[in-house]
Nanobody, 120 residues
Framework: QVQLVESGGGLVKPGGSLTLSCAAS????????MGWYRQAPGKQRELVAT???????VYSDDVKGRFTISRDIAKHTCWLQMNSLQFEDTAVYYC??????????????WGQGTQVTVSA
């Protein structure tokens, strides 16, 4: 069974940095895109960044220039480097991946989320 496990969340002061990691495990044949979404209290889940199998990336306007997404295709892992964090970045961050298990069609998978809190 495929699992996505995030790590790296925590408490950080405004202007600080954090790096989130997401590792997909299981009988994975191929990972297509990977990405990060976030959900703040009382708000809908929103896209943060995605990275394709060709390593093309897309960022939300809110994080462009501050966050960087990267991946290791062979290890089915991606990272989100977050710099110049702001109060508004406080949210639960979720990893997502479109991938294919051996012998199955591709599907979209989600991690359990990791909390990022920006506070003075």
């Amino acid at each position: 069974q495929v699992q996505l496990v995030e790590s790296g969340g925590g408490l950080v002061k405004p202007g600080g940095s954090l790096t989130l990691s997401c590792a997909a495990s299981g009988k994975i044949d191929l990972t297509y895109s990977m990405g990060w979404y976030r959900q703040a209290p009382g708000k809908q889940r929103e896209l943060v960044a995605t990275i394709s199998s060709g390593s093309g990336s897309v960022y939300s306007d809110d994080v462009k220039g501050r966050f960087t997404i990267s991946r290791d295709i062979a290890k089915h892992t991606c990272w989100l480097q977050m710099n110049s964090l702001q109060f508004e970045d406080t949210a639960v961050y979720y990893c997502t991946a479109e991938l294919r298990e051996w012998g199955k069609v591709s599907g979209n998978y989600w991690g359990q989320g990791t909390q990022v809190t920006v506070s003075a």
